[in-house]
């Protein structure tokens, strides 16, 4: 099975995903694509030695570029880590139950719109909420609607701000993201 990861930003989901499978004989981290052609996760997949790939966001929504690059790389399953932009319905329906993101939030609550990055954090902390958590769940035509796959809490303490929110957050997704990912391809692909 061949997998893509889109990313727009620094990529430390990315590049754990991609270690994770490394000598993977099964599930192969086939391409890193992102909206930005200066996210640091593309200098991550360089590293790591994965094909990487730019594209606009009027590529994606109004060309067949994307696409095109997901089948010259044979791509089965693709992996949201901090991709920023909206997914077109065309790559929804293209790819049915194979497409997972991470949410940095106990969904439902916390998503839709204006809900990414570090908005998310500032928003929990200033709710007083807590708890918080991670939310990995399978892509459809809303925001952060799909089917829940799984998800991991973490408590929020009083202390807590958005910065500190935001690295025990990393700490969940980097130790879970990949071993879901895992059991999604191996059992229910
Ligand atoms: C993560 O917190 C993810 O949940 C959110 O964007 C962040 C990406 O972080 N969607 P990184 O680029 O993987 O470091």
């Known amino acids: 099975m061949n997998v893509a990861i889109f990313a727009s930003g620094n990529g430390s989901n990315a590049q754990k995903i991609i270690e994770h499978f490394s000598g993977n004989t099964h599930i192969k981290i086939a391409l890193v694509l992102s909206n930005k052609k200066d996210a640091f996760v593309i200098q991550r997949a360089k590293k790591l030695n994965i094909p990487s790939v730019t594209f606009t966001a009027a ?79 399978y892509v459809n035509e809303s925001y952060d609607e799909g089917k829940i796959i799984f998800q991991a809490r973490c408590e929020v303490k009083e202390s807590d701000t958005p910065e500190t929110l935001a690295a025990k957050i990393h700490e969940l997704e980097h130790r879970f993201y990949p071993e879901v990912i895992e059991r999604v391809i191996t059992e229910e692909i």
């Open 59 to 137: 590529d994606l929504r109004n060309t067949k570029f994307v696409q095109d690059k997901l089948e010259e790389y044979k791509i089965g399953f693709i992996v949201l880590a901090g991709f920023m932009i909206m997914v077109p319905d065309s790559l929804i329906t293209k790819y049915p139950g194979r497409i997972v993101n991470i949410h940095p939030a106990l969904l439902p609550k916390y998503g839709g719109k204006g809900m990414y990055g570090d908005n998310v954090h500032k928003a929990v902390v200033a709710a007083k909420e807590r708890e918080s958590g991670i939310t990995i769940h």
